[in-house]
């Protein structure tokens, strides 16, 4: 560096072109009087020029990234999915064959623990498909049950997500009549032998009063899906349709019941799946 310099000095360049000069000393970039040059031997204030390069570099950068954070934002909140209304959606055996109150009282047994799942009305909304009181049950069974469908009014369907944060089946599950030598104290009668029970933080649920709370941390039953039988004395085949929810409170992790998710279509397949049965429950 020579700060002295004369206007006769030789050019006296910087290491770099742009911005490695030091901030607020002044640099001759050419000898007085060649082409280009002010033509009384003025100096250039580096400082300026490169404040100039920085604002012009930090512009440049400044809208590319505006323009990457507004294509960020655009991926990170995907527009809400969902559908308008519940549909009328036909279920299906684990076969594929339409699902009947026949079939439903013959092969499923409300006091084993395997799991009949089906998903409804998104694709993302598992559902418990359960039958209280099949003929087979040898006296073992709820009858009548509110939102009840088939000759004994004893199909019911529950959301398969816990109302308290959301597990789903497996880990929250059906407990048929038996299955654990567990009794609840009185508080819980009202829903003893027939419930289904969360073993992520052990709420539990009444199958015979509309999955309503027997046991916390859950404080909302779980969304009831609707049923329709179409009773045969009545002109009907048998078939069993979900056609809406009897509840106001929405599944679990869903703002919306029907949002959230895509349509399940015009049928929906029950699948069977094995139970996660803890018969040790938290004393309150
Ligand atoms: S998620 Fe089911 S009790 Fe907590």
Redesign the pocket.
Known sequence: MNLDCPASCPFVAGRGDALDFPLGQLHRVAPVGSAGTPPDGTEVDETKRNLLKLLAVAGVVGAAGGGLAGGALQYAQPPVVGIKSFPSVQLLDVDGAPLTATKVNAEYNATTPELHLFYYPLTNEPNFFLNLAPAASGGVGATNVPGGVGPTGSIVAYSAI??????PAP??SYYPPGTCSQTFDGKYVKGLGFYIH?S????TYDVTDSAANLTG??IYPLPQVTLLWKDPSKGGDDSIWAIGESTSVPVNGHFNTLQGGYGVGSTSQLASESAIILCKFPSS
């Open positions: 816990c109302q308290h944060l959301g597990c880990a929250i969360c992520c933080h052990g709420s941390p859950a």
